[in-house]
């Protein structure tokens, strides 16, 4: 069924995956457990829709999964109406391929863009960096720059605004230039850290990730995020949750840390 609601913020779900040291994205489904040593993931774009614009905050998996992304999330977004046509802005948080595959797919043996009316908003040093780097998968290395020759582009910096009501902050973590992106809408105020603070089981624990760029510097703007969020009471959002993509802190103990609650799309923008 279509959904009409004019203004809402909503997770649209591409899919649970175990994910091994190999970084493929083995389907599996949610309430199913990981392979030995691999990571629960899933994946979930957001999707603001406002008056004016039509917002994605991270673009899914695309063609870098086990099967192509991009008919679902054509799925995922004529459930509200909409088309890949659209979408007015997409705002990365950093530059993994299960953040940014969604950007562009291949069609009879050559790279497309997904949304060729929207810009996208991305790091501007994160985005220079991925220039200089030596990318040895050739598929990865095609992809990049067929972006960079034919995408539309707003290169960010630390505390700008590329969109009313919207501000980026560099945290870095889980990468060099990492993004957190502030949104203000409607009067509710929501954050998404990408995968700094991916899932809601991150919350209360302290732990550095050998996965990320600086293990430290992640769990420090963990903490720094929880707090501002919860000062703020601020909706997260969380790429990779499973089951509660979207939630707001409710209390805090000193002891037990913080308490969630889940938020639906539509108590999220009225």
């Known amino acids: 069924m279509t959904k009409t609601n004019k203004e809402f913020v909503s ?19 949610k309430d199913d457990d990981p392979d030995k040593g691999a990571l629960k993931l899933s994946l979930n774009p957001f999707l603001i829709k406002t008056s004016d ?18 008919p679902i999330m054509q799925e995922n977004l004529a459930e509200f109406g909409l088309t890949e046509y659209d979408v007015t802005d997409i705002i990365l948080s950093h530059l993994h391929s299960d953040h940014i595959g969604g950007l562009a797919y291949k069609e009879n043996g050559h790279f497309e863009m997904s949304f060729q009316d929207a810009t996208i908003h991305v790091s501007g ?24 020759t034919f995408g539309e582009f707003n290169f960010l910096d630390d505390g700008d605004s590329p969109l009313p009501g919207i501000t980026v ?7 060099e230039f990492h993004l957190a992106i502030f949104a203000d809408i409607n009067d509710v105020g929501y954050v998404m850290a990408g995968d700094v603070l991916g899932t809601k089981g991150a919350i209360n624990r302290k732990y550095a990730a050998k996965y990320d760029f600086d293990g430290k510097q992640s769990m420090k703007m963990r903490e720094y995020l929880t707090k501002r969020a919860y000062e703020e009471n601020r909706i997260f959002m969380c790429y990779h949750e499973t089951y509660t993509p979207l939630f707001k802190l409710t209390s805090f103990d000193n002891k037990k840390g913080y308490t969630t609650e889940s938020v639906t799309d539509y108590e999220s923008i009225r």
């Not at 997770?11 to 489904?29: C, M, N, Q, R």
Request: zero cysteines; glycine letters at 8%.
């Open 169 to 175: 902050e560099e945290i870095g973590g889980h990468t």
């Open 53 to 70: 614009r039509v917002i994605l905050i991270d673009s899914g998996a695309g063609d870098f999964a086990n099967e192509p992304h991009f």
């Open 11 to 29: 997770a649209l779900y591409e899919g649970t995956f175990s994910v091994g040291s190999d970084h493929s994205f083995k389907p599996i489904d």
């Open 125 to 148: 040093k994160e985005w220079e960096k991925m220039r200089d780097a030596d990318i040895q998968d050739d598929h990865l290395s095609l992809f990049f720059t067929y972006l960079d």
